[in-house]
């Protein structure tokens, strides 16, 4: 069996692109997607487990305390340990840890350890720009010291779901000030497995006027997006502008405003993305695959939260291949007009390697049977 070991906790992201791994891999092997987390909502074609499935995010009042408690990382690590005693797992895809989530290091590691006493080789999945600085920068040699390692002491190979040929671990662009230290160490270990996407998504064709905007979790970001596409939305009367956030707040407080409809969730977005007239978008992994999988007309808004620049970073490295078009939040004031130029242009065919899961599924099989 190989195990894959994700996390979800708020954006879909992480578990999307490992639920496409694990049915690649499910072609031959037999397969157990462990969420270390809650259920998320997703349908699954491959055996699925959530350490937390009897409880909901929304019932809980102090999110990060309640999963940070000493009482759930002891349960989180019995349950761990139980599903090794009772699977023959040979191979561990463990997502994110130890370049993000360094807050459950302590946990992660503990896997590792359960892993290493059976021989269960590890394999990291990360997407194409790992590289977070901790928002406390006192903390950055620790987090240089774990990811060395683990990496050193646990990992047979890490797969980078990206392409080197547009954005490289290290390069000018993604020069951190913790990845320029890590990056020696771990090089041998990389493996560039193309973009993760879902390939059953066919090409853009516009047979509707609704225009798609997804604002994510944050919901300062969210609302600046809201108050501007409510003064630019009457000049394009005759397009509807669908806006799907996970913030309450938003979605209670206004719901419909003219052409300009508030909607929490939208079921099968990405096959309604194939007819929309554009999409509006920051620019999350899974989201700009998307995009750059069908030639969807879109415009990315990257997000710029402090030390985690990673849709900044993927945002303007892709920006001259004219995929997409881009503005930052300080440009909000070109939407109408960016908006515009998206409505009657075509974006250019993507020609890099989107074959992502099956890249990974093949270093996967050649790591099963050495």
Avoid at 6 to 20: A, C, D, E, N, V
Avoid at 68 to 84: H, P, Q, T, V
Avoid at 112 to 127: A, N
Wanted: aromatic fraction near 12%; charge should be neutral.
């Amino acid at each position: 069996m190989i195990a894959f070991l994700t996390q979800y906790y708020r954006g879909l992201g992480h578990s999307q692109r490992i639920k496409f791994i694990a049915e690649e891999v499910g072609k031959k092997h037999d397969v157990l997607i462990i969420d270390q987390l809650f259920e998320p909502p997703l349908n699954y074609s491959v055996n699925h487990i959530s350490f937390l499935k009897d409880f909901k995010p929304s019932d809980i009042n102090n999110m990060f305390q309640f999963i940070m408690s000493e009482e759930m990382i002891n349960f989180r690590i019995g349950r761990f340990i139980e599903i090794l005693e009772k699977n023959n797992i040979k191979i561990l895809v463990c997502e994110g840890f130890p370049f993000c989530r360094q807050q459950f290091a302590h946990e992660y590691i503990r896997y590792f350890e359960e892993c290493k006493k059976r021989d269960i080789k590890i394999i990291i999945s990360i997407r194409d720009f790992p590289w977070d600085e901790p928002h406390d920068t006192s903390l950055q040699d620790w987090v240089n010291y774990t990811q060395n390692l683990v990496c050193k002491y646990y990992v047979e190979k890490i797969l980078v779901h990206g392409d080197p040929n547009i954005l490289p671990l290290i390069s000018d662009r993604t020069n951190h000030s913790n990845s320029k230290q890590v990056i020696d160490d771990i090089l041998p270990l990389v493996e560039y497995t193309g973009y993760v996407c879902d390939n059953t998504m066919g090409p853009h064709l516009r047979i509707n006027n609704k225009i798609y905007v997804s604002t994510g979790l944050n919901k300062e970001e969210g609302m600046l997006l809201f108050k501007n596409l409510l003064q630019i939305a009457k000049k394009f009367p005759h397009y509807d502008f669908i806006m799907t956030v996970a913030n309450r707040y938003l979605t209670t407080k206004n719901k419909s405003k003219g052409n300009v409809h508030m909607v929490e969730y939208i079921p099968n977005l990405r096959k309604r993305l194939i007819n929309c007239a554009a999409y509006i978008t920051y620019g999350g992994y899974n989201a700009t695959v998307e995009i750059l999988k069908s030639g969807i007309p879109s415009i990315i808004i990257p997000r710029q939260d402090g030390a985690k620049m990673e849709q900044f970073v993927r945002a303007y490295t892709f920006e001259p291949y004219n995929f997409f078009k881009v503005i930052n939040k300080q440009e909000i004031h070109r939407l109408k007009d960016t908006l515009e130029e998206v409505l009657n242009t075509k974006p250019d065919a993507f020609n890099f390697n989107l074959n992502g899961a099956k890249g990974s599924a093949d270093v996967i099989e050649k790591i099963y049977t050495q």
